[in-house]
């Protein structure tokens, strides 16, 4: 049976160390998604998700596991991939949907079935398409909820904004997406 993340803290915590490659490989792949979403650099995204994972080992003491382990180092995540935005000359914060990683049961499915391969594969084509040109903080939103799965609560921690303004980043954030898919859906059927 596998450990939860306060039971393998708690085995860090009494000097099993190695322990720590558990919550590792338990949040790689989504700490990555979320940094490449956010830099628009993969090289940039892996320092960055390195950088988070030796910052969240070094800060263990100081988790008191009022909230998820998760939903703790997301945010020093997001903070770190912050800060990392605000030393760049533009200033420009995005989400890169031209990474797969997101659509890995997507495609996992398109491979599976044989027959929809080019058409699943448009269908996502599509819809990263129509995500990329959402502004940066509906597309952090909707990854913090969709991908990383979220709550309300925990994205409002992470992200330090109130609860009501991540609850209406969501809702104009699906209501742009709906828009968007819509409009590209009826140009795409004109053509």
Known sequence: MALSDNQIID???????HYFTSLVDRYKDRAFTLAVRMLRNREEAEEAAQDAFI???NALNSFEEKS????????????????RISRRKDFSLSID????IEYAEAEAMVDYTGN??????????????????????????LTLFYIQELSHDEIAEVTQLPIGTIKTHLFRARHLLQQRLQKEFEMEKAS
């Open 11 to 17: 085995e860090i915590r009494s000097g099993r160390k």
């Open 55 to 57: 910052r969240a080992y």
């Open 97 to 100: 949907f031209n990474d797969n």
């Open 116 to 141: 929809n391969n080019y058409e699943m594969s448009d269908t996502i084509d599509f819809i990263k398409k129509t995500m990329d040109a959402l502004p940066a903080k509906y597309q952090t939103i």
């Open 68 to 83: 998820r382990f998760s939903t703790w180092f997301y945010r020093i995540l997001y903070n770190v991939c912050l800060t």
